[in-house]
Nanobody, 124 residues
Framework: QVRLVESGGGSVQSGGSLRLSCAAS????????MAWFRQAPGKEREGVSV???????YYTDSVKGRFAISRDNAKNTLDLQMNSLKSEDTAIYYC??????????????????WGQGIQVIVSS
């Protein structure tokens, strides 16, 4: 059974940094995408960043230049380095994974494996 577990969330002041990590157990697909989504209070869940097995990475416009996604195949983890954090980055962050390289990278319907989510709070 595939399981995703997020870690690294917490509270930070505006301008600070956090590093999220997603540990994937039982996830052994060769062709896949893994992603970070987030849901802010009162808003819909949105895609933040995606890593696919072809080496391509994707970022939503609001985090470009501030966030960096990376994948460690040996450890089977997906990390999200978040720098220059803003109050609008406050949200619950979810790790998600697919069983193939998805076409619509930021559509949550493309991903069938999800973590429980982890809170990130950025105070101004």
């Amino acid at each position: 059974q595939v399981r995703l577990v997020e870690s690294g969330g917490g509270s930070v002041q505006s301008g600070g940094s956090l590093r999220l990590s997603c540990a994937a157990s039982g996830y052994t697909y060769v062709n896949y995408c893994m992603a970070w989504f987030r849901q802010a209070p009162g808003k819909e869940r949105e895609g933040v960043s995606v890593f696919c097995s072809d080496g391509r990475t994707y970022y939503t416009d609001s985090v470009k230049g501030r966030f960096a996604i990376s994948r460690d195949n040996a450890k089977n983890t997906l990390d999200l380095q978040m720098n220059s954090l803003k109050s609008e980055d406050t949200a619950i962050y979810y790790c998600a994974a697919s069983e193939y390289i998805v076409g619509r990278k930021f559509r949550e319907e493309e991903y069938n494996i999800w973590g429980q989510g982890i809170q990130v709070i950025v105070s101004s």
